[in-house]
């Protein structure tokens, strides 16, 4: 992450961009993400392999996108916990990204998968559940793009209340003495996620705080996983870097405390401090 810019700044600057200036990368900025990509870590240590891929070289295509020249992609074994892991590590290079000026969007299915898979040589067992662009944002969005944002809201987003409760679902998280945790709280907040859903729910319990998936149909996809994890995996990442930037350390756990909840929530892991 770039020394001079703050995680929490990095997350408020960032949105997604879907259209570009047909610029290529600088080498500077280039070298930089191509060494931040040789190793990515995330608290399931599960690998996730990146690669930039030439859309030219591999035919690769979006028709909600317009002049790019660069992609990353990325590939994972399914094993448990693979979405949020791969969410988790996504994210890392995203804001990466973000933090040299590089604009991204996170895709799923608006390209041809088939073309992107094959790019990224999947090996047995391994999945592909998402890709982005990688290129300097143009200064006027397209009309493709400026409809899609309005259509998913995409500058809309939940109220706190909503997605953090203290103790038991219900009872809705509405600040406290940590300026720490409520600044982390916001970030989680502010992540991004398909269709703007924000799928995720945490229950702030004395030093822990526990993640769950509200789970919406149509976002579990055998080409790509449970899309709803991975978004849990991007709100993660928020987290535990807000956390690390403000100077505590987390640890993650996957231990199900037993809480009661909602219908259609379930329990995704849990980071305390």
Same mark, same amino acid.
Do not use: C, W
């Given at each position: 992450m770039a020394d001079? *810019?703050?995680?929490?700044?990095i997350i408020k600057m960032r949105r997604s961009v879907r259209t570009f200036n047909k610029k290529n990368l600088t080498e500077e900025d280039l070298a930089q993400i191509k060494e931040f990509i040789k190793d990515v870590k995330n608290p399931y240590d599960i690998p996730v392999e990146f690669r930039l891929l030439d859309p030219k070289e591999h035919g690769l295509k979006s028709?909600? %996108?317009k002049g790019e020249e660069l992609y990353l992609g990325a590939k994972?074994?399914?094993?448990?916990?693979?979405?949020? @892991?791969?969410?988790?590590?996504?994210? @890392?290079?995203? %804001?990466? @990204?973000?933090?040299?000026?590089v604009g991204t969007v996170w895709m799923a299915s608006t390209m041809n998968r088939d073309a992107f898979e094959k790019a990224m040589e999947l090996g047995e067992e391994e999945i592909m559940p998402c890709v982005s662009p990688l290129g300097y944002p143009a200064d006027k969005m397209s009309v493709v793009e400026t409809v899609m944002r309005k259509t998913i809201g995409a500058d809309k987003r939940l109220g706190i209340e909503e997605i953090a409760f203290e103790q038991e679902f219900g009872i809705p998280f509405k600040g406290c003495e940590d300026k720490l %945790?409520?600044?982390?709280?916001? *970030?989680v907040r502010l992540a991004p996620s398909a269709k703007n859903m924000q799928p995720w729910r945490m229950i702030i319990s004395g030093n822990s705080v526990h993640f769950y998936e509200k789970k919406d149909p149509g976002f579990d996809r055998e080409e790509a996983g449970d899309i709803q994890k991975i978004d849990i995996g991007i709100a993660m990442y928020h987290f535990a870097k807000v956390m690390e930037s403000g100077g505590r350390d987390v640890t993650l756990k996957t231990?199900?405390?037993g809480l009661k909840v909602p219908e259609g929530v379930v329990y995704i892991s849990t980071y305390s401090w």
């Open positions: 001079t *810019m703050d995680i929490s700044e028709k909600v %996108l994972i074994k399914k094993v448990p916990h693979f979405e949020e @892991a791969f969410g988790y590590s996504f994210e @890392a290079v995203v %804001l990466f @990204a973000q933090s040299l000026g %945790l409520e600044n982390v709280i916001e *970030m231990d199900d405390p």
